[in-house]
């Protein structure tokens, strides 16, 4: 079984929780939809998303003492653009408070980095305060993808639709995504390549759609080549939440 087979088969053990605990009802949203895709149309440069991550099914332990507000904080008053917070606890060691916390404490964007199957997660998200969810392609057949993206569509979120190969890639043009997210790591085998960014980026429609390379980068070389295949913005994570001085680290890596 693939890694993420087996998230997915925890998704569908937490879903079935969340429909028998969790009342729409109990938590309103009250915030405002903060745009990733208006920030990108406004600024032509580079885009970061800074990713709250504490581990990962590929690395572990990356680091368990960060304070998520902090670190959101830094990572606006660094320049980025978008937060991303993992939310699942299985796997990544995150949470929805950590999501909530985040919006509450940040004028930005925030991208909840979760594995969504159902729409209940949807409204999850959507309540604690995201502004853009994920939606992996190919944890999803195309009649749940296609739902679940009208779905998130309908209520006002942006969706990053998630992408490794050329197949992939066509269901999220299909769909007429507007965020396309290019996963340089394979999930199965957790191999990186930021090729993957390379060889997609030729297949985009570079006016309407939106390339953002995901995974493995760490350094200037790696933002500089997907930034020449056509990347709008990278999502970094790893590297972020290693740093000992973020300052430096997004000055010696991001261009
Ligand atoms: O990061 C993993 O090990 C992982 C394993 C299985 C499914 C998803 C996984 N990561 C989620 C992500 O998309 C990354 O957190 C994100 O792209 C940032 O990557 P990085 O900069 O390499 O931390």
Redesign the pocket.
Known sequence: MT??TK?IEAKKVEVARLKQSYKLADQLRTTPIYSFIERCEQNQGLHLIA?F?RA????GI?NAHLDPVEQAQTYQSLGASMV?V?TDQQ??SGSFADLEKVRKSVQLPVLN?D?IIDKIQIDRAYRSGADVI?L?VASLDETRLTELYHYAKGLGLEVLV?VHNERELEQAQTLGARLI?V???D?KT?E?DLAVTERLAQLINHDREILIS?????SKADIARVKQAGARAV???????RATNLQETLKNIFI
Not at 214 to 218: A, C, D, K, R
Not at 235 to 241: A, D, Q, R, S, V
Request: no cysteine; proline share 3%.
């Open positions: 890694i993420l998230i990713e991550k990962s099914p590929s690395k990356i991303s993992l796997f990544f980095k594995f994920l992996i998630e997210g996963n340089n790591r999930l957790f990186v995901e995974s493995g980068i760490q999502l970094i994570g790893e590297t972020l939440m």
